[in-house]
């Protein structure tokens, strides 16, 4: 568990009930017990329309209507959550609302960079829940410039943002932990992301459990997302790890160059994944789907059509095997590593659920840029000749992943 938890949600756009979710949502944060609340106020929600200072709303449903009105327009409303543990949040000085207002506009522009929004661009609005063992504060923010295509967001994104924020919240004792470790540190805004994990690591060693119930609690506070039963992460971990058994210590981790075995039990741990895990058979049936809608195109042979259904399955299952085959890579790197035994032995299933998120974030990037293609394709599909609509649908043909 982090010593400082980040974590970042939405519901997508295109949801028929995802505007009246985000201005409960609004509602939920803003008036629930325990929240922090505004000066002479009988809500706690705070933030930002326009660049400048931070405004406590008058009345939290004006800002509920604007996010209402954003999610009609299809625009991301995205959810996140800080926490800290009690005493950390003592030693922050995090102890009233203004303190947690301080702390977040600090930090709001590492969020809204990462997630590739400009400042003038930015709104936000914030509540502080004062919840005894994690207090934390939920913000949902958003672009208002644009309607986002692809709304996924890749689990890269709020990991950043997470480590971000430790380096620049946690500067001094960083700083105190490498020289007590001998580490040259020049500049704080480079520190490396393994000086980090140890002082992570050792921040939990020394405080063992206080950093855990947090996480757990916030996922329900956080409500959006996607979770994963125990059960599926175990046994996703079983699988990684018995094909790294049938593969030899050493050499290039590749489909082609793997042993019938591995080839077979990679090709079972893809199956595992798309029967077991909802969303990426939903992502994997889009990317099939839009490349069957672009074969129509050029033909109307039925024999044909079916042959090219068989290949971009096949094309949709290489980008699952590649997936599964980097968190093997994941755990042949980490078995070199002085402490990275100890690691996976207790993050097994921490590194099955970034497997499923990476296989999401991949699949659904494709799937979007091949409904992208198509649509363009279709707008035109009247005007197009036989040759046109051949060198459209040869254009998005595999694009030679490796497999």
């Known amino acids: 568990m982090s010593i400082l938890v980040y974590k970042q949600r939405h519901r997508h756009p295109n949801k028929k009930d995802t505007p009246g979710a985000n201005y409960a949502y609004i509602r939920y944060i803003a008036t629930r017990p325990r929240v922090m609340k505004n000066t002479n106020g009988d809500h706690g929600l705070f933030g930002k329309m326009e660049p400048g200072t931070v405004t406590e709303f008058e009345d939290w449903r004006d800002v509920a209507k604007s996010v209402y009105a954003n999610s009609k327009r299809g625009i991301v409303m995205y959810r996140s959550v800080v926490s800290f543990a009690e005493?950390?949040?003592?030693?922050?000085?995090?102890?009233?609302?203004?303190s947690w207002q301080r702390y977040i506009e600090n930090h709001m522009m590492v969020i809204a960079e990462k997630n590739s929004i400009r400042r003038e661009n930015l709104q936000?609005?914030?509540a502080v829940h004062g919840e005894k063992g994690h207090p934390h504060i939920h913000v949902v923010f958003w672009d208002k410039s644009v309607r986002a295509k692809n709304p996924f967001t890749p689990p890269q994104i709020p990991d950043a943002i997470r480590r971000q924020m430790i380096k620049d919240t946690f500067a001094e004792k960083i700083l105190a932990f490498a020289k007590e470790k001998d580490v040259a540190v020049t500049e704080m805004r480079r520190v490396s992301d393994a000086l980090l994990a140890r002082f992570e690591e050792e921040m939990r060693c020394k405080n063992p459990g206080r950093f855990r119930a947090a996480a757990r609690l916030l996922e329900d506070e956080l409500e959006q997302g996607i979770a994963f039963e125990g059960?599926?992460?175990a046994k996703l971990a079983e699988r990684l790890f018995a094909i790294r058994a049938s593969i030899p210590a050493q050499g290039r981790?590749?489909?082609?160059?793997?042993?019938?075995?591995?080839?077979?039990k990679t090709n079972e741990a893809v199956r595992f994944l798309l029967e077991s895990i909802p969303e990426i058979r939903q992502c994997f049936d889009r990317y099939v789907g839009a490349k069957c809608c672009m074969a129509e195109l050029y033909s109307s042979d039925s024999r044909w059509f079916l042959e090219q259904k068989g290949k971009f399955e096949k094309e949709a299952g290489k980008i699952l095997a590649n997936r599964v085959l980097s968190g093997v890579k994941a755990i042949c790197r980490l078995e070199n590593e002085d402490s990275g035994k100890a690691y996976l032995k207790s993050h097994?299933?921490?590194?099955?659920?970034r497997i499923i998120m990476e296989a999401l974030d991949m699949l659904s990037r494709m799937a979007w840029k091949q409904e992208e293609d198509l649509d363009g394709g279709?707008?035109?599909?009247?005007e197009l000749s036989k040759?046109?609509?051949k060198e459209l649908f040869l254009k998005n043909q595999d694009k030679g992943y490796e497999h």
């Open 348 to 353: 097994r299933e921490y590194l099955a659920s």
């Open 387 to 389: 040759e046109a609509k």
């Open 87 to 98: 005493d950390t949040a003592k030693e922050l000085l995090l102890k009233d609302q203004k």
């Open 253 to 264: 981790i590749a489909y082609q160059l793997l042993s019938q075995e591995a080839k077979d």
């Open 124 to 126: 936000w609005a914030a």
């Open 231 to 233: 059960e599926v992460l």
């Open 378 to 382: 279709q707008i035109f599909q009247g």
